[in-house]
């Protein structure tokens, strides 16, 4: 059986982008289901349609940790204080480990918008070289913070992936 970080890195891997894999990855676990996943997370990508915003595999994330500890008709106003702390506590860890949340940053001030830009991501390949890593820790992250513990693999490495 595969691990939720296993599915994200595969989703993403296939082309999928960041946020839909990692959303994509969590979502069936936590009532929603893979097709409707990968549907609500399609514009998060690349920093919220290639503006190189916060990065994707965050905003995914953000989504997973409002899907499990989130208000909504039947919780108090303590879950929306529970979730923000807990979105704060992903975002602390990505950029202990990133140094930035912003996708552009992360991608050295490639602007995805522009062909330039794209063709600058493709031939660098910032897909393996940053994108990969980002995705891999946000699904080891969310591992920790909505699953019981478990042993914790590196993921990237099974794929043939060095970060």
Do not use: W
């Not at 919780?75 to 990505?94: I, M, P, V």
């Not at 991608?107 to 070289?129: I, N, V, W």
Request: glycine letters at 14%; aromatic letters at 6%.
């Amino acid at each position: 059986m595969k691990t939720k970080s296993e599915a994200a890195m595969e989703k993403f891997l296939a082309g999928y982008n960041c946020a839909q894999s990692i959303l994509y990855a969590y979502g069936p676990d936590l009532g929603l289901d893979g097709e409707t996943a990968l549907k609500v997370a399609t514009g998060l990508g690349a920093g919220m349609g290639r503006r190189g915003e916060v990065c994707g595999a965050l905003t995914g994330g953000i989504l997973v940790l409002g899907l499990k500890y989130g208000r909504g008709g039947q919780q108090d106003r303590s879950a929306t204080e529970d979730t923000y702390q807990k979105t704060l506590e992903l975002l602390a860890r990505f950029e202990r480990r990133h140094g930035s949340c912003s996708c552009r940053v992360l991608l050295d001030g490639c602007d995805l918008q522009t062909a330039e830009g794209q063709q600058f991501f493709k031939e660098h390949d910032l897909l393996h070289k940053t994108c990969v890593g980002c995705v891999q820790s946000v699904a080891e992250d969310l591992a920790r913070m909505v699953e019981p513990p478990g042993p914790q693999t590196n993921v990237a490495s099974k794929f043939g992936i060095q970060i």
